[in-house]
């Protein structure tokens, strides 16, 4: 085989070589973004069944809907307390995911997840309290969303 032959197969081949490399690296980009769609779309379903779940509670117990929306607390004591304050815990727990997952969500939807915890924790003393007395157990981000930490007492 004359010289030059050699030296055309060799550039084809490492021509050849560089273009297979490419061509993975461009596969392997596909992949991770889709990854990424994958990773962002369970997250969401996960927060939508944790939200779910909470709802549920509610239903089968709507004397308690007042102690997480409307202002009201509930003492120890109470016969409904250790009922609040288990749903209290399933409460925090959804608005840990969403203020840890809102800056995997654009825009809108993760601004308005970010007020939507924000004014939950306002509203519901026993869910309040019990962030700020568990607060080792929870998120920064979480506890970033406390507002007014002197209406809660310790």
Request: glycine letters at 6%.
């Amino acid at each position: 085989m004359p010289e030059w032959n050699t030296e055309l197969v060799g550039i084809a081949v490492d021509i050849s070589g560089l273009a297979i490399t490419l061509a993975g690296f461009i596969f392997i980009v596909i992949q991770i973004r889709r990854l990424g769609q994958s990773i962002r779309t369970t997250a969401h379903a996960a927060i939508y069944s944790q939200a779910a779940d909470f709802r549920t509670h509610l239903m089968a117990y709507p004397e308690l809907r007042k102690y997480f929306f409307d202002g009201v607390d509930i003492e120890r004591g109470h016969p409904d307390f250790e009922r609040a304050i288990t749903l209290s815990e399933c409460f925090l727990n959804y608005l840990e995911h969403l203020a840890v997952q809102k800056s995997h969500f654009a825009g809108a939807d993760g601004d308005a997840w970010t007020e939507f915890a924000s004014r939950s924790l306002e509203r519901s003393p026993i869910t309040k309290r019990r962030l700020k007395n568990n607060d080792a157990n929870y998120s920064p981000k979480l506890l970033a969303l406390l507002r007014d930490d002197s209406a809660v007492a310790a």
